[in-house]
């Protein structure tokens, strides 16, 4: 009943006006226009059928809808502390703004966390530190059989797609990487333009729906590949088998979304919807996909090639380092993507709860390749999260030989974590497709701020390495690393995850790992 008569009120209140507005004075028109809208809200309000609170709140109703649509920008900027934001809190995002600017990454003070925090890590210093090294560490990646080795940076920019970045998005970052050195991973989708043009070193990464070497029907094409792997700027392939925001899930590009340009970069039909199916058609095996990497690298001329994963079962992973061992072949690099990665867009279920965090996921491994005897002929890169110089030097520490970088490189960019990215209305020019908001992204300024950023966090890194005792990463080990694991005790990562020995999986498994070795199967992908 209170409804109606909140209706009725508004209604009378405007008709009252308009007629005081033609009756006594055209200045009534000024509150006769306003309060003639509310009314016609309020009656509409009152009819619709699709918001149960405007039924019962005509009017008041769209004051929920207001603060909702604000409460991202009211949490990040009046709210939360330095300490507590998610995904990236900012204390992490400042740090990236100010490397990225070339200012002093300094806070006065001390910390704010809380060390005695359970679960809380700290790096091991030595009362014997080292030398900063005058230069800056590279990792060669090219086992036996890679012909054209290439030397990898400790940070570099990991996967994002041209049509999941702007244009001037990624023309900034592969400028920024053949300033500074380091690598650019393309994402799967495709080598554009805007990856060539800068010169910057390229990965090639090649998903499911094997965008710029596949055939009209959507298979794989070797000569395709063969072709585009022998650009100069290509100096790696990875194999994407899953992410870390969304491992097992495939996607779709709307066909609205398929322009003339994203239609020749990723080889598809314009205006025709795409679809990304979640499993490669090459293989369905662990054998297979061995044997599939080391065609891709004699297609590719010798040079490495690897693949991407977010890990789940230990037992599917272990049954691939079988199969390396009985068909005597192995990637030269595998990249772990931990769940808590980004994407541009990803169902909350699988955000939230599908895939292995990168610590856990890194561990798993590096210690499966260390007892399958593998190790020294496979690098490991790590993505997920990484952002600072203890971030990356954690992760080296953890078992992996350099980083890659996604978020962080957007927030050199100028990424305000909006969280937008899916819907092409990203405020700063660096998620979208949208030539106007595209624009505001100068690519001179920006590709030497990716640079900048870079160049201080790897030089953190050491510097952290070197308060360590350690003057290459290839010196850390996981004593060097603790972590609290209850209020009275703290453990080493030794202690936490002991490493196998090389070939000890081969020789005599441990307890712990036995069953997953013995059941791991390299005919079969059993979970």
């Given at each position: 009943?209170?409804?109606?008569?909140?209706?009725?009120s508004w209604t009378i209140v405007g008709v009252g006006a308009v007629v005081a507005a033609a009756v006594w004075s055209p200045w009534w028109w000024l509150a006769a226009g306003p309060l003639l809208a509310l009314a016609v809200l309020a009656v509409w309000d009152l009819l619709q059928t699709r918001h149960s609170v405007l039924r019962n709140y005509p009017v008041l109703g769209h004051l929920r809808f207001l603060f909702e649509s604000?409460?991202?920008?009211?949490?990040?900027?009046?709210?939360?502390?330095?300490?507590?934001?998610?995904?990236?809190?900012?204390?992490?995002?400042?740090?990236?703004?100010?490397?990225?600017?070339?200012?002093?990454?300094?806070?006065?003070?001390?910390?704010?966390?809380?060390?005695?925090?359970?679960?809380?890590?700290?790096?091991?210093?030595?009362?014997?530190?080292?030398?900063?090294?005058?230069?800056?560490?590279?990792?060669?990646?090219?086992?036996?059989?890679?012909?054209?080795?290439?030397?990898?940076?400790?940070?570099?920019?990991?996967?994002?797609?041209?049509?999941?970045?702007?244009?001037?998005?990624?023309?900034?970052?592969?400028?920024?990487?053949?300033?500074?050195?380091?690598?650019?991973?393309?994402g799967e989708g495709g080598l554009s333009e805007y990856h060539l043009r800068p010169g910057g070193d390229l990965v090639w990464e090649i998903g499911t729906g094997y965008f710029g070497c596949r055939t009209a029907e959507g298979a794989f094409d070797p000569e395709q590949f063969a072709e585009k792997a022998a650009h100069p700027q290509v100096r790696c392939i990875s194999l994407k088998l899953s992410q870390g925001a969304k491992p097992?899930?495939?996607?779709?590009?709307?066909?609205?979304?398929?322009?003339?340009?994203?239609?020749?970069?990723?080889?598809?039909?314009?205006?025709?919807?795409?679809?990304?199916?979640?499993?490669?058609?090459?293989?369905?095996?662990?054998?297979?996909?061995?044997?599939?990497?080391?065609?891709?690298?004699?297609?590719?001329?010798?040079?490495?090639?690897?693949?991407?994963?977010?890990?789940?079962?230990?037992?599917?992973?272990?049954?691939?380092?079988?199969?390396?061992?009985?068909?005597?072949?192995?990637?030269?690099?595998?990249?772990?993507?931990?769940?808590?990665?980004?994407?541009?867009?990803?169902?909350?279920?699988?955000?939230?709860?599908?895939?292995?965090?990168?610590?856990?996921?890194?561990?798993?491994?590096?210690?499966?390749?260390?007892?399958?005897?593998?190790?020294?002929?496979?690098?490991?890169?790590?993505?997920?999260?990484?952002?600072?110089?203890?971030?990356?030097?954690?992760?080296?520490?953890?078992?992996?030989?350099?980083?890659?970088?996604?978020?962080?490189?957007?927030?050199?960019?100028?990424?305000?974590?909006?969280?937008?990215?899916?819907?092409?209305?990203?405020?700063?020019?660096?998620?979208?497709?949208?030539?106007?908001?595209?624009?505001?992204?100068?690519?001179?300024?920006?590709?030497?701020?990716?640079?900048?950023?870079?160049?201080?966090?790897?030089?953190?890194?050491?510097?952290?390495?070197?308060?360590?005792?350690?003057?290459?990463?290839?010196?850390?080990?996981?004593?060097?690393?603790?972590?609290?694991?209850?209020?009275?005790?703290?453990?080493?990562?030794?202690?936490?995850?002991?490493?196998?020995?090389?070939?000890?999986?081969?020789?005599?498994?441990?307890?712990?790992?036995?069953?997953?070795?013995?059941?791991?199967?390299?005919?079969?992908?059993?979970?």
């Amino acid at each position: 009943m209170l409804r109606y008569l909140w209706v009725l009120s508004w209604t009378i209140v405007g008709v009252g006006a308009v007629v005081a507005a033609a009756v006594w004075s055209p200045w009534w028109w000024l509150a006769a226009g306003p309060l003639l809208a509310l009314a016609v809200l309020a009656v509409w309000d009152l009819l619709q059928t699709r918001h149960s609170v405007l039924r019962n709140y005509p009017v008041l109703g769209h004051l929920r809808f207001l603060f909702e649509s604000v409460r991202p920008e009211v949490q990040q900027y009046f709210v939360e502390r330095n300490v507590d934001g998610r995904p990236f809190d900012r204390d992490t995002r400042s740090i990236v703004y100010q490397r990225a600017k070339g200012t002093d990454a300094e806070e006065p003070f001390g910390t704010e966390l809380d060390v005695y925090e359970t679960g809380r890590e700290f790096l091991v210093p030595s009362m014997a530190p080292s030398a900063v090294p005058t230069e800056v560490p590279r990792v060669r990646i090219g086992g036996p059989d890679c012909t054209q080795p290439y030397d990898m940076a400790l940070l570099n920019v990991s996967a994002m797609s041209f049509g999941s970045l702007s244009a001037n998005a990624i023309l900034a970052l592969n400028t920024g990487a053949a300033l500074g050195g380091f690598a650019h991973d393309t994402g799967e989708g495709g080598l554009s333009e805007y990856h060539l043009r800068p010169g910057g070193d390229l990965v090639w990464e090649i998903g499911t729906g094997y965008f710029g070497c596949r055939t009209a029907e959507g298979a794989f094409d070797p000569e395709q590949f063969a072709e585009k792997a022998a650009h100069p700027q290509v100096r790696c392939i990875s194999l994407k088998l899953s992410q870390g925001a969304k491992p097992g899930i495939g996607g779709v590009l709307p066909g609205a979304k398929v322009t003339a340009e994203i239609a020749r970069v990723r080889g598809v039909p314009q205006g025709k919807t795409v679809i990304s199916p979640p499993y490669h058609q090459v293989f369905s095996t662990p054998r297979e996909l061995v044997r599939f990497l080391a065609r891709m690298r004699e297609l590719a001329g010798g040079k490495p090639v690897g693949f991407k994963l977010c890990v789940g079962s230990r037992r599917q992973f272990l049954a691939v380092c079988k199969a390396m061992l009985d068909e005597g072949v192995s990637p030269d690099f595998i990249v772990v993507d931990g769940a808590e990665g980004g994407t541009g867009a990803a169902p909350l279920e699988f955000a939230d709860h599908v895939g292995l965090p990168l610590t856990d996921g890194l561990l798993t491994v590096h210690n499966a390749l260390l007892g399958s005897g593998l190790r020294d002929r496979i690098r490991i890169g790590a993505s997920g999260k990484v952002a600072t110089g203890s971030d990356l030097v954690k992760r080296l520490v953890q078992g992996a030989d350099y980083t890659n970088a996604a978020r962080a490189m957007m927030f050199a960019l100028g990424c305000i974590q909006a969280q937008r990215c899916h819907t092409d209305t990203c405020p700063v020019g660096v998620a979208t497709q949208d030539p106007r908001r595209a624009r505001a992204l100068y690519v001179p300024d920006k590709a030497e701020r990716t640079r900048r950023y870079q160049e201080a966090t790897v030089k953190s890194a050491l510097q952290i390495m070197a308060a360590m005792g350690v003057d290459d990463p290839s010196r850390l080990r996981p004593h060097m690393l603790n972590r609290r694991v209850d209020a009275q005790t703290v453990r080493s990562y030794a202690e936490i995850h002991p490493p196998l020995a090389p070939g000890e999986l081969i020789a005599d498994p441990p307890q712990d790992w036995a069953r997953d070795w013995h059941a791991a199967d390299p005919d079969r992908f059993t979970v």
